[in-house]
């Protein structure tokens, strides 16, 4: 089931491309037009294109009062943040619209929420240098999410790390992670993509118990996350997920999650590397063989066939290049495909590299 809406041509959007255009002329016509035609245009206006929404509704706000009231309405309902700066400055407005209590009353709810930042996060190592702006937009998310939570649809999450505290505990600082809390529930959340990023955890348990967050996504249909050992048996426990993408183009060893209660599946994907004798990750450096790679695809095929009878299923090879590395740029892509009513990153045909 897609999240987002199909919609067909329609004579009101197409019309809607050319207002702003022909205002002056039409200004009479444009202010006697009913407030349901306009709330539908801008409606359509926004699920059109999905990664540029806010950008053509604010256009559309400033050509008159008749259409800024309306147009204000939709302008969160598809938000694209795709670096620091979109964050701070949609954080600053979020601010201000839950102040004024417009909030889910005059301006509709976050629905669709894409968020991308420009690192591979890696594992248990994510110390970096930082800019200004991404430190701000580190603290906002938290914040931005969790306003969003009980209304979002889709949720995209890519390279992007939580903001470090530190706290002093008798004589030493102890530093931690501030993301979502986890006592966040997502009640209406389709689709949830997250790769590379520090933002939400889905294995909130240290032993690898992930039964507390089974609540927090009960209607969780699609799930694409990298295929690391911390998965766990997360996805088996998900009592709607239907569709589960892995990202195992860092991984030299098939690691995967529980066949338990799994076949309730209708499509698996798995990202897998090409060939590589050399795999350098970070300071450490693996060899691996012609045979010990081709065992690794043939053992993820054959998951694949025993958790999943229908769908579009398989592995997926990426492509010459950066092949360990998502580009968050096909990620937005594949959301704002998605959020429009397409099938986005939820087929084989789709691939996480360039």
């Known amino acids: 089931m897609s999240t987002g809406r199909s919609r067909q041509p329609h004579c009101l ?11 002056a002329a039409h200004s009479m016509m444009i202010q006697n037009c009913p407030v349901e035609v306009l709330d539908d245009i801008f409606d359509c206006t926004a699920y059109s294109d999905p990664e540029n929404a806010q950008a053509v509704l604010c256009s559309l706000m400033l050509t008159c009062s008749h ?10 309902r598809i938000v694209c943040l795709p670096n620091a700066e979109k964050v701070n400055a949609f954080a600053g407005y979020l601010k201000r619209v839950v102040k004024s209590d417009d909030y889910g009353s005059r301006v509709l709810p976050i629905q669709h929420l894409a968020v991308a930042g420009k690192y591979r996060i890696p594992r248990g190592r994510s110390y970096r240098v930082r800019t200004y702006a991404e430190v701000k937009a580190e603290r906002a998310l938290p914040s931005i999410i969790t306003i969003a939570s009980p209304s979002l649809l889709t949720l995209t999450i890519i390279g992007v790390d939580s903001h470090m505290e530190g706290e002093v505990v008798g004589e030493n600082k102890i530093h931690y992670k501030r993301g979502v809390s986890d006592m966040v529930k997502f009640p209406q959340l389709r689709e949830l993509v997250v790769l590379d990023q520090h933002v939400i955890r889905l294995n909130s348990d240290k032993n690898g118990d992930n039964t507390a967050d089974v609540y ?10 990298l295929g690391d050992h911390s998965l766990g048996g997360f996805p088996s426990l998900l009592p709607n997920l239907r569709h589960l993408r892995l990202e195992m183009l860092n991984s030299t ?4 999650p529980s066949l338990d209660k799994t076949l309730h599946f209708h499509s698996l994907i ?8 050399l795999i350098i990750n970070g300071c450490f450096a693996t060899y691996q063989s012609t045979p010990d790679y081709d065992g690794t695809i043939d053992r993820y095929r054959t998951f694949i066939k025993s958790v999943c009878d229908s ?38 045909a789709w691939a996480p590299t360039v």
């Open 67 to 76: 259409f800024r009231v309306i147009a204000k309405r939709h302008f969160i």
């Open 13 to 23: 959007f197409i019309q809607t491309l050319h207002l702003h255009e022909t205002l």
């Open 270 to 277: 798995i990202d897998a590397p090409q060939y590589e004798y």
């Open 216 to 225: 927090r996504y009960p209607n969780l249909h699609k799930l694409y996350i």
């Open 311 to 348: 769908g579009d299923s398989g592995v997926v090879i990426s492509a010459v290049g950066n092949t360990r590395c998502t580009d968050p740029r096909r990620i937005l892509a594949a959301w704002a495909n998605a959020v429009a009513g397409g099938v986005g990153c939820w087929t084989t």
């Open 253 to 256: 060893h098939a690691r995967l």
